[in-house]
Each structure stands twice: as C-alpha cells, then as structure tokens.
C-alpha cells in the first residue's frame, strides 16, 4: 500500500484547480471528487487501498487550495459538470472512471448522464444524482438564495486558534473520527491574523438558487449507459427522504453495496471500501 502523492495545477479558463495524484503514472486513471465543504483530501485514506490505480482528486472551485469563482458568480452542480469535461479534456482522457462521493456523486450522477460515452465505470458514495425539490418550491428557494448572496459581507468566518481546534470543530458538525477530519481539515484552513479560517468560498453555504425536480434528475439517470456502483452507508445520509426508488430503478447497470458506517465512509473504513471499488474495478 503506497500513500505517496503529488501534487499538480489544472489551469481552466475561468478557475486553477489543485489535484491531488496517487499512483504510478502507468497507472488507468480515476476522477474523484469530493463533498460539498470537503477537499481532495477525503480521499487520503482510500487512495493508498486502490493499487494499480491512478487516482486523480480534485479541489472543485472554491474548495481547498482551488481557487474561487469570480465575483458575481454562484456555485451549482450544474456548472460543476462543466468543470469535469473540461478537467477531462485537459488529461485527454478519451473514457475515464469517475468516483464521486457526495455532492461529487451528485457532479458525477449529471456529467453521466450529458457524456455517457466518455465514462467507463462510475463509482457513487452517499449518493445518486442531486437533490431535488417540487416545482412550486423554486420562488421560495430562489429568493433565499438572493438574500443571502446580498448578506454575505455581514457574515464573518470563524477563527480557530490552532488546525487542532479546527479539526475539532469539524469533527463535532460532521460526526467524524479525529484521523477522518484531519484528513480534510488540515487541507481546508489557512492562517489569517489572529489564528485559522477556512479557505472554502462563504459562497458556497449559500442556499442553491435551484434545483431540478425528481422527473429531470431522473432523465439524467436514464441516460447513463455504463456500469454503476453504488456505495451505502447504513448510519450515512438518509437518501430515501430526498429522492424516489425510480432513480434505481432508471440505472441499468446499478450495482449496489451497503455496510456500516457514516456518511464519510470511505474515510471511516477505507479498506472496506476499498475491497468493494475494486471488486467493482476488476
């Protein structure tokens, strides 16, 4: 088991993105991308399990040492799956394995669903698609989305005195193991006057100006042809209160594996995981 890294800079028209690179050159290339807050670090623990692999994990806008979106612009899934074709075409990957967790699973969900054909395989933990919500929601939803835009430079980041307080605190908001929150935490701070802040754009604890409603999100999944395989935690995100049983119902090559864990499982019990992306893999 190997944990060297390096890492490297995607330059995209309109972001720099840091990569964090597992794995022998040689090696056949997965794109992985993290949850929403989190980093390319939520991938530490895992990678060092997945062998000949070569893991690409990357910082999306506005998370960890990627740089932010311009002034004006907001964050959505949506433009998210511009970032991986471009991410995509900067490798010259002619078909890649994606493994997405969270709100990447979501990222991963779309993108293949637009491209199907330039996935091989496609890796989802906690999660199927993006959330959804019922057209009448949308006046709601984008109304708050506006007023909180309007209000963020009211909003002041916290302070820690030390990374050891931060890692606490995100330990404690997102129920993790001190080693599961090292992982993304020491990737996710910088030091300002005064102690440590997060380097994550406050854009992106903004309420979503939109969402797709259950019919979209699952013309997306219909139209992912390669196989799938879903990653479930027992003790993760309870999915089934945000999304239909159609949405499995509309993969047709869904492989589904379930074990014990929180919703950071793969940085909870990586080897397990692991054991199962490979079996997947092979």
């Given amino acids: 088991m190997n944990s060297d890294s390096r890492e490297i800079i995607v330059s995209l028209k309109s972001a720099k993105l840091a990569v964090k690179v597992w794995g022998a050159p040689e090696g056949t290339p997965i794109l992985a991308l993290h949850g929403w807050l989190d980093n ?3 991938f530490d623990l895992l990678a060092p399990y997945l062998g ?3 893991l690409f994990a990357v ?7 990627s740089s932010h979106w311009a002034e004006g612009m907001s964050y959505h899934s949506i433009d998210a799956v511009g970032v991986v074709a471009q991410i995509i075409e900067h490798f010259a990957w002619k078909k890649v394995t994606i493994l997405g967790h969270s709100m990447g699973a979501s990222i991963a969900s779309l993108f293949a669903g637009v491209f199907p054909e330039r996935l091989d395989k496609l890796i989802l933990i906690e999660g199927l698609g993006p959330l959804a919500a019922p057209p009448e929601d949308g006046p709601a939803r984008l109304k708050r989305s506006i007023l909180q835009y309007a209000d963020l430079p009211n909003k002041k980041m916290p302070c820690y005195s030390s990374p050891e307080h931060a890692i606490e605190a995100r330990r404690k908001a997102s129920n993790l193991s001190r080693e599961a929150a090292t992982a993304i935490v020491l990737r996710g701070i910088k030091e300002i006057a005064g102690g440590f802040t997060w380097r994550t754009d406050p854009r992106l604890k903004t309420e979503s100006p939109f969402r797709m409603t259950e019919e979209q999100v699952i013309a997306f999944l219909n139209q992912i042809t390669c196989p799938v395989l879903w990653v479930r935690a027992n ?5 089934d209160i945000f999304m239909s049983p159609s949405r499995q119902l509309s993969i047709r090559h869904l492989k589904i594996f379930r074990l ?3 919703h950071h499982v793969h940085l909870e019990d990586p080897k397990k995981v692991a054991e199962a992306l490979l079996d997947f893999l092979s």
């Fill in 235 to 239: 003790q993760g995100m309870q999915l």
């Fill in 59 to 65: 910082d999306m806008p506005g998370h960890g040492l």
């Fill in 52 to 54: 000949k692999f070569q």
């Fill in 260 to 262: 014990d864990g929180n």
């Fill in 40 to 42: 390319a670090g939520t």
